[in-house]
C-alpha cells in the first residue's frame, strides 16, 4: 500500500508540473502575440515568473483583449454629427495652418487665405512668377510660397503682403526639388543638381546636407514634398518616404501605395488613401486607420490639427470636428 500510495502522489507531482509548464507555454505564447508596443514595456523572464493559478492567466488574457480591442477600433467615422462648416472653392491645392487659417491656390495661380466658415481674409496675384508648385505655412506670420519653374520662394506676412524673396539660385541651388521652412525660420531644400537635401538660412549660408540620397534609395527620387516638424524632416515622392533628423542625417524609410497626400506628426505620419485616414507609427511600423469618410469618393487633401480635420474633396472643402 506505501508503494501504491507512493506512486499516486509522484504520478500527481508529474501532472502538476505538466500542467505548470503548459501554463508557462499560454504565458510566453501570450507575449508573442502583444502588438509591438507592448514588449517594450513588459519583460518576461520564463525562470522568474510563476504562475500560481488560472486566475492570473484569466488576468493576463482579459489585459491583452483589452489592449488589442482598443489598437484595432482607434478610428472615427467623419459623417454629418462631425461636420463644422462646408464651402466651394475652385483650388489647385489647399493648404492649412494652426490658427484656423486655410490657403488655397486657383489654378490661374492666385492665392487666397479663408477661415474655416468659408470667408475669404485675404487675396494676393502673384501669377506673373508663374505656377505656384507649393506653400509653407507652418509659420502663419511668414508664409513660403515656391515657384519650381524659376526657382524662387517668395516670403508673405500673414496678409499675404510681399516681405521679399530668395533666389536659390544666387544661394548655390541649382535646381531646387522640393523647398520647406526650417523650425528656425531658415530654408530646407532638396537639390536636384546634387540630390541632397539641404539647410540653408536667407542670407544664404549652408548649416546641413544629407549627402546624396543614392546611398539610401537605389531608385531615382524626385520628391514632390518636403516639411519639418522641428524634430524631424520628411521628404516624399510617389512611392516612398525618407526621414531625416534636424542635422539632415538619414535614419528611416516610409514606403506606402496610392496616397494622396501625407502630414509629419509627432513621431507618426498620417496618409490620406481615397476614403480613410491611415496613421503610420515612426518608431514601431505600425499603420493604423484613424478616421474614415464613406460619404466621399476620394479626398485629394486632409489635414489633421488639434481640434478639427479638414478634407479637401472636388472644390469642396469640409471642416470636421474630432
Partial sequence: MRSADYELR??????????????????????????RFAHNDVIFTSQKSKIKNQKLLFILHTLYFIIFSSYCNAQTVLDSSKLVSEFTVNA?????DDMGNLYIVSPTNQLYKYNYSGKVLATLNYNYNGNIS???VSNPMEIYVFYK??????????NLAYRGELDLTKLNITQAAAIARSFDNGIWVFDLGDLQLKKISKDGILSQSSGNIKQFTQTDFIPNHLSDNTNQIMLCNDSVCLLFDVFAAYFKTVKYKNSQNFQLGNNQIFET???QINSIDLKMGIRNIVYTFP????????????????????????????
Avoid: C, M
Avoid at 501532472?15 to 510566453?28: C, F, H
Avoid at 489647385?92 to 492649412?96: M, W
Avoid at 519653374?149 to 500673414?158: F, G, H, K, S
Fill in 10 to 35: 509522484n504520478l500527481n507531482e508529474i501532472q502538476n508540473k505538466s500542467s505548470l509548464r503548459g501554463k508557462k507555454q499560454s504565458l510566453q505564447l501570450f507575449f508573442l502575440r502583444l502588438p
Fill in 92 to 96: 489647385k491645392f489647399v493648404q492649412a
Fill in 134 to 136: 507649393s506653400l509653407d
Fill in 149 to 158: 519653374e524659376i526657382n524662387r520662394v517668395l516670403l508673405l506676412d500673414n
Fill in 273 to 275: 488613401n481615397q476614403s
Fill in 295 to 322: 460619404d466621399f469618393q476620394k479626398s485629394f487633401w486632409t489635414y489633421i490639427n488639434k481640434e478639427n480635420v479638414i478634407l479637401f474633396t472636388k472644390n469642396i472643402i469640409s471642416v470636421y470636428r474630432k
